[in-house]
């Protein structure tokens, strides 16, 4: 989880680890995170998942699926349970949500189980844009469709800035479908 305190130069991020697949894990967290902000954040981004168990999927053991789903999609509901209503009663903020290319194309081969993790997740996000638009609350989706790595299309700087555009309100849709940054020779 990172929270994020304003939104002008000078503003600060900080990052807080949880268990997704555990609920006191990812309340200890929300506690930590509002010690540290002095109260509810204004922006709340989730970027959480696990591919595990990387194998064919009727071969994931439904035990260890249960919990992938937990981390990538039950954890994104909780954290929204925990700072929605805040978001709401201030009439302002974000709930932003890092997608996977793997929620609009699932592949099988050993990403069985983060596909239809990241696919509950963005139908999280999705749901709860509708169901809080016109609040003044954004929530933003941004769908990285390739793997991240520094000085490559998928820069995690170039991402960060899509989130920006997301919280500032610069983009209408709830979802940005990042395909990588062009590159100029």
């Known amino acids: 989880m990172i929270q994020f305190n304003g939104n002008r130069a000078g503003a600060t991020a900080k990052a807080f680890l949880a268990d997704g697949a555990d609920g006191e894990s990812i309340d200890a967290a929300v506690r930590d995170i509002r ?3 002095g109260g ?3 922006v709340v981004l989730f970027n959480a998942y696990t591919s595990q168990p990387a194998t064919w999927t009727h071969e994931v053991d439904p035990a260890a699926f249960a919990r992938s ?11 929204a349970h925990r700072f929605v209503p805040a978001l709401l009663a201030a009439g302002e903020g974000s709930m932003l949500f890092t997608g996977n290319g793997f929620a609009l194309s699932p592949r099988g081969h050993g990403f069985g189980t983060l ?3 990241k696919s509950a997740m963005r139908s999280i996000a999705l749901t709860l844009a509708e169901d809080i638009a016109g609040s003044g609350v954004r929530v933003g989706l941004l769908t990285v ?7 490559s299309n998928f820069d995690p700087d170039v991402i960060a800035k899509e989130f920006v555009k997301l919280h500032q309100g610069t983009v209408t849709d709830t ?3 990042f395909n990588g940054a062009p590159r100029f020779s």
């Open 35 to 37: 010690a540290w902000a």
């Open 40 to 42: 509810d954040p204004s």
């Open 175 to 177: 979802e940005i479908v």
């Open 69 to 79: 789903l937990l981390v990538n999609a039950g954890a994104a509901q909780h954290l």
């Open 115 to 117: 596909s239809a993790g």
């Open 145 to 151: 469709n390739g793997p991240t790595a520094r000085g």
